[in-house]
């Protein structure tokens, strides 16, 4: 990626969080309407998620963050 001056970067990061924004909406207006379409048949959310054969893995350590 090109070297930008700071109010150039700023403004791009600008329009890169409207766009994703935009994204999202649509992508989860697609999503309702699915759902709506397909109707009451799809399994909810809430119910017990099926069983996970993996382990989960551990934390990340964050040594960069911490700074030690």
Known sequence: MAV?????QRRYSQEMAE???R???SWRQEL???RA????HTPPLSGSP???Q???SPPLKMT???GD
């Open 54 to 56: 993996f382990k989960p």
């Open 37 to 40: 379409r397909d109707g009451p």
């Open 32 to 34: 309702e309407r699915e």
């Open 23 to 25: 994204k999202f909406q």
């Open 4 to 8: 930008m001056d700071i109010p150039q």
């Open 19 to 21: 766009y994703t924004a």
């Open 64 to 66: 960069a963050m911490n």
């Open 50 to 52: 099926p069983k996970r």
